[in-house]
């Protein structure tokens, strides 16, 4: 398998220490004046998070008595933020919170937030190349490379899954770690063959010369929870009212923002790097917390099919 295992190494690396070392505290700050509970919540720049990001704005999370600030991350940092205190709850994806667990990290996803839309065409994941280069197909992909911007994360394995179902030999591609925002640039020099960004960086590709090849969902079944909020055990157990509420509040910002797309569009620009005059064009991922047990299993099948977990893949405790 052609991968770039030193990244993950130093990925994984970091995300143990910080478990086996951790001496801070991921309760959240005791209620001030205001009645309030403050949770500090590690969040990628992603349309994923618009949902919990709208419903901050709408006051849905102070209304559950929870003061939610939301704390700018990249993808590795995440659970690192979480085991050493930094941050109460985080946003990643379901691969990654049973990964993690199979690694020894204790963390625990207190709800989904997106699930698959039923036409790939519209999620928010899109394998792109060059519009005028010559790749044309998922086989095409055989012997390149492809930056992720995290391995063995949600678009990564995503992918993986996706190229296998499209008939590709997956041993026979390179994947390679870069942030989405550095994507549409390596693209366009040729550093790399292809790229899969989230949106809005989809968005962004696209109006720089890229071409969706393939969508990440491809494979997929629209039960499969996708981006999600975790924590740690610890905080599960011990401030359980707190991710409860959280959960709740979640749930209702959620159903705000598939009825108010446009709401969700104008507040995109306010923590992501999409501009005003692309965010009524991407792709919003379908927001929600119902994602079920089934999907929560597709997801360990496709983890062990991959045999990308070391150990089996336990969804006893996985998720609230």
Not at 10 to 27: E, H, K, N, P, Y
Not at 77 to 99: D, E, K, R, T, Y
Not at 135 to 162: C, E, F, M, W
Request: charged share 15%; proline share 6%; hydrophobic share 45%.
């Amino acid at each position: 398998m052609r991968l770039v295992r030193a990244t993950i190494a130093a990925t994984a690396a970091t995300i143990l220490v910080a478990g086996a070392g951790c001496a801070g505290d991921d309760s959240p700050s005791p209620a001030g004046s205001g009645g309030l509970t403050t949770v500090n919540v590690s969040t990628i720049g992603v349309s994923g998070a618009a949902a919990m990001v709208l419903g901050v704005q709408k006051g849905i999370f102070r209304e559950a008595g929870l003061d939610v600030r939301v704390v700018p991350a990249e993808a590795p940092a995440v659970i690192p933020s979480l085991m050493s205190g930094q941050a109460q709850i985080g946003f990643l994806n379901a691969p990654a919170v049973l990964l993690a667990r199979t690694n020894g990290v204790p963390v625990v996803a207190v709800a989904s937030t997106s699930t698959n839309p039923a036409d790939p065409a519209d999620n928010f994941i899109q394998l792109q190349v060059a519009a005028d280069g010559p790749i044309r197909s998922a086989k095409d992909l055989q012997g390149r490379t492809v930056a992720v911007d995290t391995l063995y994360q949600l678009p990564h394995v995503s992918i993986r899954n996706a190229l296998r179902a499209e008939g590709a030999d997956v041993n026979a591609v390179k994947f390679t770690e870069l942030p989405f925002t550095a994507m549409a640039d390596a693209l366009k020099t040729g550093a790399v063959d292809a790229v899969l960004p989230a949106e809005p960086f989809v968005t962004i590709g696209l109006a720089a010369g890229a071409r969706n090849l393939l969508s990440a969902s491809v494979g997929q079944t629209p039960t499969m929870p996708q981006s999600v909020f975790l924590a740690t055990e610890t905080f599960v157990k011990t401030e359980r009212a707190t991710a409860d509420r959280f959960r709740t509040a979640l749930t209702e910002a959620c159903d705000y923002a598939r009825a108010h797309p446009d709401e969700v569009r104008a507040i995109l620009p306010t923590y992501t790097k999409v501009q005003a005059g692309l965010a009524g064009k991407i792709r919003l991922p379908n927001y929600t917390t119902a994602a079920d047990a089934s999907g929560w299993q597709q997801w360990a099948d496709v983890l062990t099919q991959q045999q990308v977990a070391k150990k089996p893949i336990k969804l006893d405790g996985a998720y609230l």
